[in-house]
Every structure is written in C-alpha cells, then in structure tokens.
T-cell receptor
C-alpha cells in the first residue's frame, strides 16, 4: 500500500540519549515534513525538506536534526539537547494538494 | 507573528444536525487553506482544500467556506453521524524561502451523540 510509514510506534528514551525516528514514503513526494504534537496542542513544524539533500528549520528545530539522503526517507533525530522531547511525532509528505501523514511515533523520556 | 485560531471548546451536537467549526487567522494572506480530521493516537487525514479565489468547496457531506476579508474559514458537516466524532484541524500554507509548509491550528474536538 502507498503511504507514509513511521517506526517505531512507541519509543522510550533515557535522559541524555539521542534517538532516531524513521519515516519512509512510497508516494514519490519531493517534500516531506516533521511535526510535533503535544496534548491539547496543534502540530508544530520541526523540519521540512523540499528536495533531496536539502532541508529547512521549522518553528521548533532546536534539539532536533534531520537528513534527506534519499527521496524515500526523512529520519528525525531527537538529540540530548532537546529538553522536553516527550511528545507525539508526525511525519508527512506532499505539497499543495494536501499532506499524507504517517501514523506517528510516541516518544517518552524515562 | 502568524496565528491560527480554532474554537478551543469541544463542540457537542446531536446526530443529524449540522456541525460548524471555525478557523480564524491573522497577519498573513494564505494562498490556500486545508482541513484535516484527526482521531486519537492517529495522524491527521486530509479532507478538503480551498484556494484564496474560491468562496466555497463541497465534498459529500462536507462544506468549507473561505472569506479572505474576514480572514476566516467555516467547516460544515451536514447530517452529522457519531462516526464524525474526531478533532478537526485547520491548516494554512505559509510561504518561505524554500516553498510552502503548513501551519496548523490546535483543532476543535467534535462529539456527535446519537
């Protein structure tokens, strides 16, 4: 099936650890995005990439990093510099016609 | 700074009635506006897009209006059903140096009771 695949669904991180969230797509989208959602909050843009080997910071990029080496893949690394990483992370692809979202990764700091 | 406002209070309506959700925005003129549905623990699902030169767009029981003078969009669900219960998000495309990225409102929770 076509879509955006995020893994893992649940992720637990110890204090001081870096973790990487996977996002893969087979929709042939040039543009991909990472959002963070906290309880009762809207989606906040972390990073986005309009094309391979290029990406831009969103509103809350501090403590996060991304790469876009392949069109199909846009992994997000949550670094130890992110002081409050517990949240629901959503990856999306698409442009003006509407985004397709993955099912999300719930990250919890333990 | 840009701001997107949706009703923070949940909307409770009876099955069969029309649900109307509001999205207001400030400080920019978006090229288009989108509406998404989000169920608990899931990613948002795209519903409708309306462009700045369109006043109204319909899809089955859904209708969206876009008033660029008032800086407001209304999202209507007619003949509502309990299965329509979800959070509905309004999103606006914000131009940047590298293209457009969507900014989302906090969403309005809709509960349709039998």
């Amino acid at each position: 099936d076509g879509g955006i695949t995020q893994s893992p669904k649940y992720l637990f991180r110890k204090e001081g650890q870096n973790v990487t969230l996977s996002c893969e797509q087979n929709l042939n989208h040039d543009a991909m995005y990472w959002y963070r959602q906290d309880p009762g909050q809207g989606l906040r843009l972390i990073y986005y990439s309009q094309i391979v080997n290029d990406f831009q910071k969103g509103d809350i990029a501090e403590g996060y990093s991304v790469s876009r080496e392949k069109k199909e893949s846009f992994p997000l690394t949550v670094t130890s510099a992110q002081k409050n990483p517990t949240a629901f992370y959503l990856c999306a692809g698409g442009t003006g016609g509407g985004y397709t979202f993955g099912s999300g990764t719930r990250l919890t700091v333990v | 700074s840009q701001k997107i406002e949706q009703n923070s209070e949940a909307l409770n309506i009876q099955e069969g009635k029309t649900a109307t959700l509001t999205c207001n925005y400030t400080n920019y003129s978006p090229a288009y506006l989108q509406w998404y549905r989000q169920d608990p623990g899931r990613g948002p699902v795209f519903l409708l897009l309306i462009r700045e030169n369109e006043k109204e767009k319909r899809k089955e029981r859904l209708k969206v209006t876009f008033d660029t003078t008032l800086k407001q969009s209304l999202f209507h669900i007619t003949a509502s059903q309990p299965a329509d219960s979800a959070t509905y998000l309004c999103a606006l495309a914000l131009p940047s140096n590298s293209g457009y990225a969507l900014n989302f409102g906090k969403g309005t929770s809709l509960l349709v009771t039998p």
